[in-house]
Nanobody
Framework: QVQLVESGGGLVLPGGSLRLSCAAS????????MGWYRQAPGKQRELVSTITSGGWTNYADSVKGRFTISTDNAKNTVYLQMNSLKPEDTAVYSC?????????????????WGQGTLVTVSS
């Protein structure tokens, strides 16, 4: 069972920065891609950014040039550096990981989510 633990959310002034972290743990797993999604009050969850094991990245248009996703593969951790934050970035940010695990000699795909961390951008 792969689990994700997020950290780094909080309250920040407009124009400020935050860095979110998401660490994956478990046994005998490999990750194909990790990403960040967010859900603002009254809105549907939306993709923020994703990164593959090969380093290919993808960003929502609303965060391009302000957010940067990166990974520490040795730690199975993904980061989201958020700069120039705006009030409309306020949301619960959730980490996602997709990959495979080997259980009893059988490879199984997984798609797991973290518990979410609240980011509030307000003066």
């Amino acid at each position: 069972q792969v689990q994700l633990v997020e950290s780094g959310g909080g309250l920040v002034l407009p124009g400020g920065s935050l860095r979110l972290s998401c660490a994956a743990s478990g046994r005998a797993f490999s990750i194909n891609a990790m990403g960040w999604y967010r859900q603002a009050p009254g809105k549907q969850r939306e993709l923020v950014s994703t990164i593959t094991s090969g380093g290919w990245t993808n960003y929502a248009d609303s965060v391009k040039g302000r957010f940067t996703i990166s990974t520490d593969n040795a730690k199975n951790t993904v980061y989201l550096q958020m700069n120039s934050l705006k009030p409309e970035d306020t949301a619960v940010y959730s980490c996602n990981a997709q990959g495979s695990t080997k259980v009893a000699g059988i490879y199984r795909n997984f798609n797991v989510w973290g518990q979410g961390t609240l980011v509030t951008v307000s003066s």
